[in-house]
Nanobody, 118 residues
Framework: QVQLVESGGGLVQTGESLRLSCKAS????????MGWYRQAPGKQRELVAR???????YYTGFVKGRFTISRDNVDDTVSLQMNSLNPSDTAVYLC????????????WGQGTQVTVSS
């Protein structure tokens, strides 16, 4: 079992930045992939970014060039640096873990709210 706790959400204005953190209950060094998803009201959950144990990253098109995902296998944390935020980024952001890299993401955090005002 992997327990994930997100932090760092909040209310910001358009153009500002936030840094989200996800702390795991145990070592993430052997977890094949860690990711950030988001879910806005009335919309489906969508992948924002993911990072493999080897440090390879993937970003969904709408965040490329604005968001950066990173992982610290010593502190067992995954971070999401979000720059140039706009109102369409408003959502609950959730951290997820895919230990075997199967793409099923069996472990999730509770989420942290990000609200961007215009």
């Amino acid at each position: 079992q992997v327990q994930l706790v997100e932090s760092g959400g909040g209310l910001v204005q358009t153009g500002e930045s936030l840094r989200l953190s996800c702390k795991a209950s145990g070592s993430i060094a052997s977890i094949a992939a860690m990711g950030w998803y988001r879910q806005a009201p009335g919309k489906q959950r969508e992948l924002v970014a993911r990072i493999t144990s080897g440090g390879n990253t993937y970003y969904t098109g709408f965040v490329k060039g604005r968001f950066t995902i990173s992982r610290d296998n010593v502190d067992d944390t995954v971070s999401l640096q979000m720059n140039s935020l706009n109102p369409s980024d408003t959502a609950v952001y959730l951290c997820a873990a895919d230990p075997r890299g199967l793409g099923n993401w069996p472990f999730w955090g509770q989420g942290t709210q990000v609200t961007v005002s215009s």
